[in-house]
């Protein structure tokens, strides 16, 4: 397979979606007695997962199909603006910028819809066309269904909103027998869900600012951004060394194990970049935040090692001892805080040491 290059253009699609990613995450930071409500946490996923598909659907047509022709650039920048509605109506409120929000959604996802039939025209091999014309063709059964929420009021809008974008999710792994002889492109699409894992990592970032600008620069708040920092660079190290060495970029597959693992190393990142937040205003009740961080973590490793054991070379794949012993890890330090209150410090201490060892252990 020939190789295949990340573009310019895919690479300033990608900083539209920065302000997306923001504002997911922000909806984690609102706190009532004590704790993240259940709206709050279920509008986070709400409104994180058409994101993360509306991004998905753009990446993989283009590491399929996409050609740096003029045609291609004029879809992916219509596509550019829907991404600007749909990020300026993303909001708590939901319900206030539900059309703008669906305006910005169908349209990325019809354009990439028409892409596919499209290519679909080209002169390729049949099985390319086949693929082409499958996902061009079922991918309209979620757009529609999702369209029609526009007639509906309260729950029941949301309730078909989703369920269309639940079909549009669900048509890759009903197709997987054309996908499988059409492979991805392995190290571009490896590539290109990296470059998205960065964004995610600023939102650490902006976290540790946060700290340290709110707190103006005390013993404390630099002692925790230190903390905060060395996490993040562990987080960094564990996934980008795998990713650069220790994954056969060769292999050819359908890229679902890529594809779906990363919605939950993308959700854990934006929770673990609002845990190191909520950490340190200490506005959470203990339990809470020691669940929630926790609980960001596990979901993190869980779905890290999922998601590279099936395309780490077969002399690297970690044996189930290390996974074990890091798992066991991971929840000895929450039985500790658990039975002895940690301080922030302390907990976010712990995350840390948890992720060296787990970069050391994997990298």
């Known amino acids: 397979m020939a190789e295949k290059k990340v573009t310019w253009l895919e690479l300033f699609y990608d900083l539209l979606f920065v302000a997306a990613v923001s504002k997911a995450t922000h909806v984690l930071l609102h706190v009532e007695h004590g704790s993240i409500s259940i709206e709050h946490l279920e509008k986070f996923m709400l409104i994180f997962i058409p994101i993360w598909w509306a991004w998905v659907g753009q990446t993989v047509y283009n590491n399929r199909f996409g050609r740096d022709s003029t045609t291609h650039r004029i879809f992916m920048i219509l596509q550019l603006f829907f991404v600007l509605i749909m990020t300026a109506s993303l909001d708590a409120d939901f319900d206030a910028n539900y059309a703008p929000f669906l305006v910005g959604y169908i349209g990325l996802r019809g354009l990439t819809a028409v892409q596919y039939l499209v290519s679909a025209r080209r002169r390729d091999t049949k099985l390319r066309q086949e693929t082409a014309i499958f996902l ?132 854990s990142l934006s929770m673990i970049a609002a845990a190191i937040q909520l950490l340190f205003v200490e506005q959470l009740e203990y339990i809470f935040i020691l669940c929630f961080t926790f609980a960001s973590v596990l979901i993190y490793f869980l779905s890290v090692m999922f998601v590279f054991h099936q395309y780490r070379f077969h002399h690297l794949k970690l044996s189930l001892k290390v996974f074990l012993s890091l798992t066991g890890m991971l929840c000895a330090l929450f039985l500790l805080d658990l039975f002895i209150t940690a301080s922030p410090h302390l907990i976010l201490g712990e995350i840390m040491l948890f992720f060296i060892v787990f970069a050391k252990a994997t990298a």
Request: net charge neutral; glycine share 6%.
């Open 136 to 267: 061009g063709t079922y991918f309209w059964l979620g757009i529609v269904i999702s369209c029609s929420s526009l007639f509906f009021d309260s729950w029941v809008r949301y309730l078909i909103l989703y369920a269309g974008i639940a079909v549009d999710i669900i048509v890759p792994l009903i197709g997987r027998t054309y996908l499988i002889k059409t492979p991805i492109h392995t190290a571009h699409l490896l590539e290109r869900f990296a470059l998205f894992t960065l964004i995610l990592l600023g939102e650490s970032v902006i976290s540790m600012l946060s700290v340290l600008q709110s707190d103006k620069f005390t013993s404390s708040s630099i002692l925790f951004a230190a903390l905060a920092f060395i996490l993040v660079i562990a987080i960094w190290w564990q996934y980008f060394e795998n990713v650069e060495k220790r994954v056969d970029k060769s292999k050819q597959t359908a890229g679902q194990t890529i594809i779906y693992g990363h919605l939950f190393i993308y959700f």
